[in-house]
């Protein structure tokens, strides 16, 4: 089976006050030493779990766009040479979208990149600058114009939700955004996430977030104006064109393989979860002293992996095959759902079962989190 390969480049020139992410500011970078250690990364990956052929790479971040093309080609013709790629393979960049970065797109086109997704994050000048974002609105859009020139698929992000958002200020500002016509858009509510400068802000009564209500509403009508423009919802925060869903993402969300590499990332192969030391110095030391930046490998048990398929999938619109995912872990359809629940929550209007699909309806996507532990039984959640 094809696995998903995610590579990380920790850096950024700003960290922003939302993020709570594995991205780092720095003075200098040393790009020689970066690759080679990143592919020592990889090579220690592959020989572990064994050659499968890849069928998504993505880089992500911190900000990929700054690494220099010759290291994502560098990273792509060893990943090939290694694993091989399955056809049509999605190659996806992360990036800002700032006039030096996008300068950069024509190489990383070149490099292998085949998908690139854009960080716009807002419409309007003020809320870039209240994000702590680099970039101008007029900077936002003449990348994205590039990004279509050059890459086959582009998508990019907007941050809602945010302090005061009104749903006529959103409808405009997506219906602006549906306007580009890419095939893909990932639509975030503002989240302040713990040990972010957000979090300090609104300890120190700088800015009250968005209340429930609000944000509910917003949720709402991103769902019906994306479904009206022909970008349903196939996850809960991510929009596309029937057929230019994220492969890699939804290589998470299926519960498939992947390998994680570089400082801080996540992997999930052959039954075992790993992570990377997070801090760039400690990968890097690691890499040189042991020819691997693994910081934990732990193996996992047959129901915490279930778990861990059933709380993905059930993000996805489609839901997911109950009989499949207990065959896969040699478990039976009742170890996985609370099927009392989960009747309760399709009379309310929250859950549907089609066959030996379940999943989460429009009205239940805006309380995922409850209905996820409604459904789930606690016995597995605590295996």
């Given at each position: 089976?094809?696995?998903?390969?995610?590579?990380?480049?920790?850096?950024?020139?700003?960290?922003?006050?939302?993020?709570?992410?594995?991205?780092?500011?720095?003075?200098?970078?040393?790009?020689?030493?970066?690759?080679?250690?990143?592919?020592?990364?990889?090579?220690?990956?592959?020989?572990?779990?064994?050659?499968?052929?890849?069928?998504?790479?993505?880089?992500?971040?911190?900000?990929?766009?700054?690494?220099?093309?010759?290291?994502?080609?560098?990273?792509?013709?060893?990943?090939?040479?290694?694993?091989?790629?399955?056809?049509?393979?999605?190659?996806?960049?992360?990036?800002?979208?700032?006039?030096?970065?996008?300068?950069?797109?024509?190489?990383?086109?070149?490099?292998?990149?085949?998908?690139?997704?854009?960080?716009?994050?807002?419409?309007?000048?003020?809320?870039?600058?209240?994000?702590?974002?680099?970039?101008?609105?007029?900077?936002?859009?003449?990348?994205?114009?590039?990004?279509?020139?050059?890459?086959?698929?582009?998508?990019?992000?907007?941050?809602?939700?945010?302090?005061?958002?009104?749903?006529?200020?959103?409808?405009?500002?997506?219906?602006?955004?549906?306007?580009?016509?890419?095939?893909?858009?990932?639509?975030?509510?503002?989240?302040?996430?713990?040990?972010?400068?957000?979090?300090?802000?609104?300890?120190?009564?700088?800015?009250?977030?968005?209340?429930?209500?609000?944000?509910?509403?917003?949720?709402?009508?991103?769902?019906?104006?994306?479904?009206?423009?022909?970008?349903?919802?196939?996850?809960?925060?991510?929009?596309?064109?029937?057929?230019?869903?994220?492969?890699?993402?939804?290589?998470?969300?299926?519960?498939?393989?992947?390998?994680?590499?570089?400082?801080?990332?996540?992997?999930?192969?052959?039954?075992?979860?790993?992570?990377m030391h997070r801090k760039p110095e400690n990968w890097l030391a690691a890499v040189a002293d042991c020819g691997t930046g693994l910081a934990e490998v732990r193996p996992l048990?047959?129901?915490?992996?279930?778990?861990?398929?059933?709380?993905?999938?059930?993000?996805?619109?489609?839901?997911?095959?109950?009989?499949?995912?207990?065959?896969?872990?040699?478990?039976?359809?009742?170890?996985?759902?609370?099927?009392?629940?989960?009747?309760?929550?399709?009379?309310?209007?929250?859950?549907?079962?089609?066959?030996?699909?379940?999943?989460?309806?429009?009205?239940?996507?805006?309380?995922?989190?409850?209905?996820?532990?409604?459904?789930?039984?606690?016995?597995?959640?605590?295996?």
């Amino acid at each position: 089976m094809a696995r998903a390969l995610y590579i990380h480049w920790p850096f950024c020139l700003k960290k922003c006050p939302y993020c709570d992410f594995n991205s780092h500011v720095r003075d200098g970078v040393d790009h020689a030493l970066w690759q080679g250690s990143l592919l020592a990364d990889l090579r220690r990956e592959v020989e572990t779990c064994g050659a499968e052929p890849l069928d998504s790479v993505f880089f992500g971040g911190g900000t990929p766009s700054l690494m220099p093309p010759a290291l994502v080609a560098a990273l792509l013709a060893e990943a090939e040479r290694l694993c091989g790629f399955a056809p049509g393979i999605e190659i996806t960049l992360e990036a800002n979208p700032s006039s030096v970065e996008a300068a950069k797109f024509a190489a990383l086109a070149a490099a292998g990149v085949n998908r690139v997704s854009l960080g716009l994050q807002a419409l309007d000048d003020e809320t870039l600058r209240f994000l702590g974002r680099l970039h101008s609105v007029d900077e936002s859009l003449s990348a994205l114009e590039i990004a279509q020139n050059h890459f086959a698929r582009v998508s990019f992000d907007l941050i809602y939700a945010r302090p005061g958002h009104t749903p006529a200020a959103w409808q405009a500002e997506l219906a602006r955004a549906l306007g580009f016509g890419t095939g893909h858009l990932s639509l975030y509510q503002l989240t302040i996430e713990p040990g972010t400068r957000f979090a300090t802000m609104v300890r120190e009564k700088q800015f009250t977030p968005l209340d429930d209500d609000a944000a509910a509403d917003l949720f709402s009508l991103t769902r019906e104006m994306t479904a009206a423009a022909g970008l349903p919802a196939y996850e809960i925060s991510n929009h596309a064109r029937p057929g230019e869903e994220s492969r890699h993402n939804l290589a998470y969300w299926q519960y498939r393989d992947t390998i994680g590499i570089g400082p801080g990332a996540h992997g999930r192969r052959m039954g075992f979860a790993t992570t990377m030391h997070r801090k760039p110095e400690n990968w890097l030391a690691a890499v040189a002293d042991c020819g691997t930046g693994l910081a934990e490998v732990r193996p996992l048990g047959t129901r915490e992996q279930a778990s861990e398929a059933l709380l993905m999938g059930l993000r996805l619109t489609e839901g997911l095959d109950l009989a499949a995912l207990a065959t896969r872990f040699v478990l039976t359809p009742a170890d996985l759902c609370d099927f009392p629940r989960l009747d309760f929550l399709i009379t309310q209007g929250l859950a549907w079962r089609s066959g030996s699909r379940i999943g989460v309806t429009e009205a239940g996507m805006g309380l995922l989190d409850g209905v996820l532990a409604e459904v789930v039984p606690a016995g597995l959640l605590a295996a």
